[in-house]
T-cell receptor, first 113, second 115 residues
């Protein structure tokens, strides 16, 4: 069964600290993996998208990694800010045309001052 | 700025009273999607349009319908809302359906409450 599992379910960190969120998937055939940030009461906003051949991709203080062999991805947030408080959702696209999506349940991050 | 717009942002309706949610886009994308997201859950795809071709997910209740009169607009109609339909409804668009072309851009969502 195609699944995307994220850990931890929730996380609290102090402002200025780094953190890493995990995403493991069992989706096949894999097309690409995306990380979205969803603020409370808002729609998801894309942070990164990676294909099979990409190992890492950065977007400002956000760096995503992908290990297609172990089917694992991580999202590393550097020097966290209060505005980073949100839900982070890992989404994997799959299928012959890469047109099917599987969403993870998300990791809720809270950054405290 | 090119974007995905949803109206209204908040909607309260009564049990059984039809409601329509609106989505418009200025991205000129071919594909438009409707998702239902309940509290603390991942978004669940209801259906999508590729141009005028409608694609319904197998487990989407018949109570949910959609219309896409033109490229820019897509509507979600809930014919007889139940209490279990209280959720955030997200509209998304993508340039295409395959590979990287299906990177989805989401609107801010409409929070629907059924009383």
């Amino acid at each position: 069964k195609n699944q995307v599992e994220q850990s931890p379910q929730s996380l609290i960190i102090l402002e200025g600290k780094n953190c890493t969120l995990q995403c493991n998937y069992t989706v096949s055939p894999f097309s690409n993996l995306r990380w979205y940030k969803q603020d409370t009461g808002r729609g998801p906003v894309s942070l990164t998208i990676m294909t099979f051949s990409e190992n890492t991709k950065s977007n400002g203080r956000y760096t995503a990694t992908l290990d297609a062999d172990t089917k694992q991805s991580s999202l590393h947030i550097t020097a966290s800010q209060l505005s980073d408080s949100a839900s982070y959702i890992c989404v994997v696209s799959w299928g012959e045309y890469g047109n099917k999506l599987v969403f993870g349940a998300g990791t809720i991050l809270r950054v405290k001052s | 700025d090119a974007m995905v717009i949803q109206n209204p942002r908040y909607q309260v309706t009564q049990f059984g009273k039809p409601v329509t949610l609106s989505c418009s886009q200025t991205l000129n994308h071919n594909v438009m999607y409707w998702y239902q997201q309940k509290s603390s859950q991942a978004p669940k795809l209801l259906f999508h349009y590729y141009d005028k071709d409608f694609n319904n997910e197998a487990d989407t209740p018949d109570n949910f319908q959609s219309r896409r009169p033109n490229t820019s607009f897509c509507f979600l109609d809930i014919r007889s809302p139940g209490l279990g339909d209280t959720a955030m409804y997200l509209c998304a668009t993508s340039r295409g359906a395959q590979g990287a072309y299906n990177e989805q851009f989401f609107g801010p969502g409409t929070r629907l409450t059924v009383l």
